[in-house]
């Protein structure tokens, strides 16, 4: 059983200027989820990337910069490649 979220149930969630000083959490991969380390470490292929989400609607045109981390940048753009590669030779 799915659980539903609270403004499916027409509930409200309510949250005090507390949250607004806060200590912000961990960024997350947009992704998978996991946790992206913060740090200038050198560790070689293992730097964080990013994503970008571009949607359209009329002339209005928005761009969202999603964090990712370094395996699913990878994953992602090899996929890309992929793809782009395949369009080429069916042009």
């Known amino acids: 059983m799915s659980k539903a979220s609270p ?10 200027h507390d949250v607004l000083f806060g200590e912000v959490g961990a960024t997350r991969c947009d992704a998978c989820g996991g946790e992206l380390s913060v740090g200038d470490e050198d560790e070689g292929f293992g730097l964080p990337g990013a994503g970008m989400y571009l949607w359209t609607r009329g002339d209005e045109v928005r761009v969202e910069k999603a964090p990712l981390c ?8 090899v996929t890309a490649l992929a793809r782009w590669e395949i369009e080429e030779e069916e042009s």
């Open 7 to 16: 403004a499916n149930r027409g509930e409200y969630i309510v949250a005090s």
């Open 70 to 77: 370094a395996s699913c940048a990878s994953a992602i753009g």
